[in-house]
């Protein structure tokens, strides 16, 4: 059973460049979860999507960032005209329903020059 | 008052001791409590569930306190590969399943 799987692992983009990041849940997993690590900081909650909803967005900045979990393919973290600010890691981890364990992908390390 | 809140470390300790982590959280309709691992520019990796009776993993034990909202880990006998950050996490109760991470305990185990 893969686990959380997240891709790309680095990812380098200029001022003014979207960024998107991806990830594939568990196996049996319905519920994706977004968090965004800057350096030597903790995680900070972003966004809790289920298939096709998104159910608590309340960490996402209002502007430039986005994301969905369609029902067919990966969960999208969009980050649209990035800014040097935005260099972190982005971790997604994923649960199965009524069960509140969570389990983190890689993550994806996104540098903006 | 942040949300969680733990021992600000870092932590430095002779292989063999015994070494305890405090957590504490400000919203007592919290549910679910977690203790996490995080190696240096890696993921977090579960390492223990929190229960109300408190529970034990080997070396590890975790221990609840509703009434004081206080969460801690017990590491006895530490290892070199236990050198990592302590992550303290309880989840928000408004949206069910929405993690509140501490900004963890660094601990350094040293030969």
């Known amino acids: 059973n893969a686990g959380v799987m997240q891709n790309p692992r680095h990812l380098v983009r200029r001022r003014g460049q979207e960024a998107r990041l991806r990830c594939s849940p568990m196996k049996g997993h319905s519920h994706v979860y977004w968090y965004r690590q800057l350096p030597e900081e903790g995680l900070k909650f972003m966004v809790y999507?289920?298939?096709?909803?998104?159910?608590?967005e309340s960490g996402m900045p209002k502007e430039r960032f986005s994301a969905e979990f369609p029902k067919e393919g990966p969960s999208i973290l969009r980050i649209q005209q990035v800014v040097r600010g935005d260099s972190a890691a982005y971790f997604c981890a994923s649960s199965p329903p009524g069960d509140h364990e969570q389990y983190f992908g890689p993550g994806t390390r996104l540098t903006v020059t | 008052r942040k949300e969680v809140e733990q021992d600000p470390g870092p932590f430095n300790v002779p292989e063999g001791a015994t070494v305890a982590f405090n957590c504490t959280y400000s919203n007592s309709a919290s549910q679910s409590f977690f203790w996490y691992r995080q190696d240096c520019r890696k993921e977090p990796k579960l390492l223990m569930s929190v229960y109300s009776s408190g529970n034990e993993d080997g070396r590890f034990t975790a221990q609840l306190n509703r009434a004081s909202q206080y969460i801690s880990l017990l590491i006895r006998d530490s290892k070199l590969s236990d050198s990592a950050t302590y992550l303290c996490?309880?989840?928000?109760?408004?949206?069910?399943?929405?993690?509140?991470f501490g900004p963890g305990t660094r601990l350094s185990v040293l030969p």
């Open positions: 996490v309880v989840n928000s109760p408004y949206y069910g399943q929405n993690f509140v």
């Open positions: 999507l289920q298939k096709e909803n998104i159910i608590d």
